[in-house]
């Protein structure tokens, strides 16, 4: 039925603010005259803050799709183009300062950036190294005493966020991030500023999905586009950034529901940001470029460079990260060697030194001609040496910025080689140098359409397109081949998400509902009660931990058992909200049981809290009633089959000590024909397999098997059968025949 048209977000915000409104007045007139000041110089604005923030999340989870994204993807836009600006900037001061003013260098700039040409040669040579050895020490200090997570390029760690614990990035670790990169990149070290500038956005992403209270898909989509947009913004591209936040987070998938809100926060960032800083692309490319059929076979050259330079760039970095592992010295000394190592290269190639955007202009405007093809050869491996040694040894920096670089280096090396020979390659190399960044950085970080709308917006170009559409296939051709991204973090496809894995493993979840299942709250706390009395009553229930609601009934937050006994140690008179986790995932009871066990999965906890519309606590849900939820439903589904001795059956069987499918991964199992494992459990873990999920003894395992199989599959799952005297021997031995 067709409901009228009313702007019920908007009646729903109003009503937020009302009741933040009259809370915030009940709450400042609670008790005495003292707690009522307390609470007006800090306690009652974070209470105001808090509930409005979860309430206004709730509104916008009754909402539909777009009119939720329209505000969250904007949110995170906005926050994207000033992180981006705030990078940039610190960059711009970092540089400035130290390679500018120490060293007495001046690195080229794109035209974007005002098109400097650089200093021609070192005056003071010798405080080069010196220089870069100061940014990496002072990277290394900044991110191992505050923020160890920071280390490395930051959209590896966002794409890790993303599938594993959108909530969980930190807002200190992008602080440190934005201050270490600059301090790394400014003083010589080679990295790219996309990676401080996605982890930015997607720590945003995080906090709107803890503050608000956003359901684990709609944390995951909001990762993704912070990612994007950030990268989008800084490098002049919004509608690359938007493609790039549903290409890069799989390596041979695509993550659609993060497209359209993609497309508005990075629209959103590139405003802001292009209104402090320009709208011009990143480059400029010249005459612009006509397609020439008789030129593919050169793209296609450097199609198939560019796979062996992609794999050579992840491969190095790689081992230098494990070398870095193995050195005998402090953490935050590592970074330090690193640019020491990397000032020595830029003695002779001081193209290796920070960003490369100015040497990639130099080439696009037929600037390095005159250099010699040796050199020019060199290029693409010593920045490959120079972004390992800076990045993988502990700094910070991004290394998609590398990647292009690199590729432009690639595509220049094959123009010099082959322009002498050849009347077809052409008299301007700007294309060649074009399509060698799109064809690197998109197959190493299989994400090719997206990189390839990104380098097409940062040129000002869309002509070279159709000869990179050959050397991006190539390239990316040879890198999937051999299994290999930049980006370790990427999962190969949906199926391998967790989330999607949960969904393919127990369909039948998407049909229930939670309040279906959930059982009543055994007990909840009240805020301010005695902390003592709270753990005790925890204890005489058995209980982990139980739901915390404040004076007005509404769910303020979980207490664990555990945590509350350490406060108690700390301080014996601790009221219960002390312990109060008010990060703590809760559930609707309207929600559908798969976005609750998602929930229960992406915290690492047995069970959440359900709550119903105006978020009073209405019972609890744990991962036992889910799986009894399941068995049963699954039961109902099959009981006419199941009555039949040949049809589908569904078992629980542990695995014995003997079966032959220990150790073997699902997908090269020998299981009979129609069985399929939903779940296994082992100790208090509850997985839900993938073809790689292997098998160990002892796991508790249901599984849907055909009837006419169904003794086969308990043969393999418990192995070879023992002789009496074998068990008579085990018993000797203390163990169970």
Known sequence: ????????????????????????????????????????AGFAPLLVARRLARNLGAALSRTGYLRRWVVLATLIGVIAGFGAIAFYEALRLATHELLGALAAYRVPTPAGEGGLPGSPHYLRPWAIPLVVMLGGALSGALVF???????????????????????????????????????????????????????ISAGFGSLLARVLDLSPEDGRIAVSVGIGSGIGAIFSAPLGGAVLAADIVYREDFEFKALIPGLLASFVAYAIFGGFEGYQPLFAFGAGYTFDARQLPWFAIIGLLAGGVGLLYTKTFYAVAA?????????????????????????????????????????????????????????????????????????????????????????????????????????????????????????????????????????????????????????????????DSIYRSQLRNRGESPADRLRAAMPLL????????????????????????????????????APLIDGEGRYRGAVRALALAEKLQADPDAPVDAAADEKAMAVSGSDRVSAALDSLTQAGVRWLTVLDDRRRVVGVLSTGDIVRSYRAAVGRLLHGISADPSGSVILEESVGAGSPL????????????????????????????????????????????????????????????????????????????
């Open 1 to 40: 039925m067709l409901r009228p048209l009313r702007s019920r977000p908007t009646t729903a915000l109003r009503g937020t603010l009302a009741h933040a409104a009259r809370s915030f007045a009940r709450f400042l007139l609670r008790g005495s005259p003292a707690l009522a000041a307390r609470s007006l």
């Open 145 to 199: 005493t505050f923020a160890p997570e920071a280390e490395g390029h930051g959209t590896d760690a966002a794409i890790d966020a993303v599938h594993n614990n959108p909530r969980g990035i930190r807002l200190r670790a992008v602080i440190v991030k934005i201050i270490a990169s600059a301090l790394t990149i400014g003083s010589g070290g080679s990295g790219g500023r996309e990676g401080p500038t996605a982890q």
């Open 323 to 483: 070398v870095n592992r193995r050195l005998p010295l402090p953490r935050f000394l590592r970074p330090a060697l690193g640019g020491l190592l990397v000032g020595l290269i830029a003695l002779a190639l001081p193209e290796v030194l920070g960003t490369g955007y100015g040497w990639v202009q130099k080439g696009l405007s037929n600037e390095l001609l005159r250099t010699p093809l040796y050199v020019i050869l060199l290029l693409p491996i010593a920045r490959i040496l120079a972004t390992a040694l800076s990045i993988a040894t502990g700094g910070s920096g991004g290394v998609f910025g590398p990647g292009m670089v690199i590729g432009s280096f690639t595509g220049l090396a094959v123009w010099r080689l082959f322009e002498p020979l050849a009347a077809s390659v052409g008299a301007d190399p700007a294309p060649y140098v074009v399509v060698g960044m799109m064809a690197v950085f998109g197959g190493i970080s299989r994400a090719p359409l997206a990189i390839m709308i990104m380098v097409a917006e940062m040129t000002s170009t869309a002509s070279t397109l159709v000869p990179a559409l050959v050397a991006v296939a190539l390239s990316t051709f040879i890198v999937s081949r051999a299994d």
């Open 510 to 545: 998407g049909a229930l509902e939670v309040r279906r299942i959930a059982q009543p709250a055994r007990l909840v706390l009240r805020e301010g009660g005695p902390g003592r009395e709270a753990l005790e009553a925890l204890r005489g229930a058995g209980l982990p931990g």
């Open 662 to 737: 220990v150790g073997v991964p699902l997908r090269e199992a020998d299981l009979p024909p129609g069985c399929i494992i939903f779940t296994i459990r082992r100790g208090d873990e509850l997985i839900f397999p993938s073809g790689a999920s292997t098998l160990a003894e002892g796991d508790l395992l249901t599984v849907l098997s055909d009837g006419a199989h169904r003794d086969e599959l308990l043969a393999l799952l418990r192995g070879p059968r023992q002789t009496k005297s074998q068990r008579e021997e085990l018993r000797a031995l203390g163990g169970a025949g």
